[in-house]
């Protein structure tokens, strides 16, 4: 296998990917907030039948949020592992064009 020089193009791609991609995680975690909370005052309005079955629900909803807030604190991770590599990456390559240079 012929080894190739790297090119950060990629890496930054990807960093840039995983930026908007958290961004637009951290929205829907916002919004999946704000409809819990009308969703659980819907449920507390409701008669008492009914409001024990939407509650259930309610709380079904607020697990798998919590869920996918920890998948974006993950996420948040795994961006953060990425920009350490990018400049691992940056520092490697200052390093071989200066040894190129002398």
């Known amino acids: 296998m012929v080894h190739r020089q790297s090119d950060s193009r ?7 990917s995983e930026q908007t ?12 907030h ?7 005052a819907y449920a507390s309005a409701s008669p008492a039948p009914a409001s024990h079955t939407i509650l259930a629900v309610a ?6 949020d919590d869920a996918l807030r920890r ?20 520092e490697f390559a200052d390093v071989m064009r200066d040894r190129e240079i002398l």
């Open 71 to 90: 998948y974006a604190h993950a996420a948040d991770l795994w961006q953060q592992e990425l920009q350490s590599l990018k400049r691992a990456e940056d």
């Open 10 to 16: 990629l890496l930054t791609a990807l960093l840039a």
């Open 21 to 32: 991609y958290s961004k637009t995680l951290l929205s829907l975690l916002s919004a999946s």
């Open 59 to 64: 709380d079904s909803l607020a697990r798998a």
């Open 34 to 40: 704000s409809a819990l909370v009308s969703f659980s």
